[in-house]
T-cell receptor, first 117, second 113 residues
Framework: ETGVTQTPRHLVMGMTNKKSLKCEQH?????MYWYKQSAKKPLELMFV???????ENNSVPSRFSPECPNSSHLFLHLHTLQPEDSALYLC????????????????FGPGTRLTVL | AQTVTQSQPEMSVQEAETVTLSCTYD???????LFWYKQPPSRQMILVIR??????QNATENRFSVNFQKAAKSFSLKISDSQLGDAAMYFC??????????FGKGTKLSVKP
């Protein structure tokens, strides 16, 4: 148990649905991340939040909308997704955003397996 | 842009034997960090080992050790005395001055009893 939880663990949704993924970290970290993991592709960083402020948005389509109400919680709101958005979505946290070199390690949650029909 | 390459999509090792997973990376930076992450079938990714580029000494964590060759931009992971619980996807990752982790595609390790 790394102290990062994600719900739901599995989600099936239609292209017209609206759903949200939730991530919570119990480690007292200040930075949180969303990654997308597709089959046979490297993990793709989607968003970074540092002290509740979004610091990175790696050209993610607007149908993905992140929200970080506090340093412990991170949401990913989904709407009008496409089948190619089906993937494992991983949340991670670290003590700080590692913009400067540091020894901070990212701790990952178990992921949400998303299937878009 | 930095890239991380894991040339072995799948590897297999006999229990109690030693296996080495390969990783190469491309960067023009001199200061950076390298990581190996393990993702078991339960999907929770955990850190295995970390190497600072400025350190010449190879990192070691119990049965896990790395062979870091900075000039060759190579960062292999050696698992000694393999155990059934070592079966997982292993990801090599790079973190440079921009701070983001850049991952390879992963190597699936199977451990045969």
């Amino acid at each position: 148990e790394t102290g990062v939880t994600q719900t739901p663990r599995h989600l099936v949704m239609g292209m017209t649905n609206k759903k949200s993924l939730k991530c919570e970290q119990h480690l007292g970290h200040n930075a949180m991340y969303w990654y997308k993991q597709s089959a046979k592709k490297p993990l793709e960083l989607m968003f970074v939040y540092n002290f509740k402020e979004q610091t990175e948005n790696n050209s993610v389509p607007s149908r993905f909308s992140p929200e970080c109400p506090n340093s412990s919680h991170l949401f990913l709101h989904l709407h009008t997704l496409q089948p190619e958005d089906s993937a494992l979505y991983l949340c991670a946290s670290s003590p700080h955003y590692q913009g400067a070199l540091s020894t901070d390690t990212q701790y990952f949650g178990p992921g949400t397996r998303l299937t878009v029909l | 842009a930095q890239t991380v390459t894991q040339s072995q999509p799948e590897m297999s090792v006999q229990e109690a034997e030693t296996v080495t997973l390969s990783c190469t990376y491309d960067t023009s930076e001199s200061d950076y960090y390298l990581f190996w992450y393990k993702q078991p079938p339960s999907r929770q990714m955990i850190l295995v080992i970390r190497q600072e580029a400025y350190k010449q000494q190879n990192a070691t964590e119990n049965r896990f050790s790395v062979n870091f060759q900075k000039a060759a931009k190579s960062f292999s992971l050696k698992i000694s005395d393999s155990q059934l619980g070592d079966a997982a996807m292993y990801f090599c990752a790079y973190r440079g001055s921009q701070g983001n982790l850049i991952f390879g595609k992963g190597t699936k390790l199977s451990v045969k009893p």
